[in-house]
């Protein structure tokens, strides 16, 4: 089983800055089967990035997603005040879709 | 419009049982992999069940191995998970997320169904 561990655990920022989020692998990630997803208080996760850094349907430019192997990298280059959420990575190329534990982006 | 609509949870006693369904629609359901995730209260996303389009894989976290069971009717649009053995660490938000044609990301996701699994 593949283990995702995903850093800082919380990210106090300012609207404007950017903010850099990680994930680290236990295991190489298979043709970098790596998403990223934004969860709001009360809400189903939506699709940020999938096959590491490609932007889903509808996902503003100024989020971008990096890396392969064990060690990726989201990051919003400005962020906006709808950006202040859980962010998880996911990888989904193995028999078991697991997720990260989650970094919370929060107003500073 | 892609929806998918959870439904089934409720309160369930310790070693109850409860079916959860998903109905789909806008979208060809058969042609898509379909998955449940759980998020406990406060807590982060767990994936807990994968099901290939035609049934023929089919997959399941350690923790709920041998007491859920994940299936699909593609007559019906329609994707179910039947939890046996229930216990508390089960009490979660469950979430039915499309897959995609083979390995994908789980880009449309329900609203969710709350299952509080208490005595």
């Known amino acids: 089983e593949i283990v995702l561990t995903q850093s800082p655990g919380t990210l106090s920022l300012s609207p404007g800055e950017r903010a850099t989020l990680s994930c680290r692998a236990s295991?190489?990630?298979?043709?970098?089967?790596l998403a990223w997803y934004q969860q709001k208080p009360g809400q189903a996760p939506r699709l940020l990035i999938y096959g590491a850094s490609s932007r889903a349907t509808g996902i503003p430019d100024r989020f971008s997603g990096s890396g392969s192997g064990t060690d990726f990298t989201l990051t919003i280059s400005r962020l906006e005040p709808e950006d202040f959420a859980v962010y998880y990575c996911?990888?989904?190329?193995?028999?078991?879709?697991?997720f990260g534990q989650g970094t919370k982006v929060e107003i500073k | 419009e892609v929806q998918l609509v959870e439904s089934g949870g409720g309160l369930v006693k310790p070693g109850g049982s409860l079916r959860l369904s998903c109905a789909a629609s806008g979208f060809t359901f058969s042609s898509y992999s379909m998955n449940w995730v759980r998020q406990a209260p406060g807590k982060g996303l767990e994936w807990v069940s994968s099901i290939s389009s035609s049934s023929s894989y089919i997959y399941y976290a350690d923790s709920v191995k041998g007491r859920f069971t994940i299936s699909r009717d593609n007559a019906k649009n329609s994707l179910y998970l039947q939890m046996n053995s229930l216990r508390a660490e089960d009490t979660a938000v469950y979430y039915c997320?499309?897959?995609?044609?083979?390995?994908?990301?789980?880009?449309?996701w329900g609203q969710g169904t709350l299952v509080t699994v208490s005595s």
């Open positions: 997320a499309r897959g995609g044609a083979v390995a994908g990301p789980f880009d449309y």
């Open positions: 996911q990888q989904y190329g193995s028999s078991q879709g697991t």
């Open positions: 295991q190489s990630v298979s043709s970098s089967y």
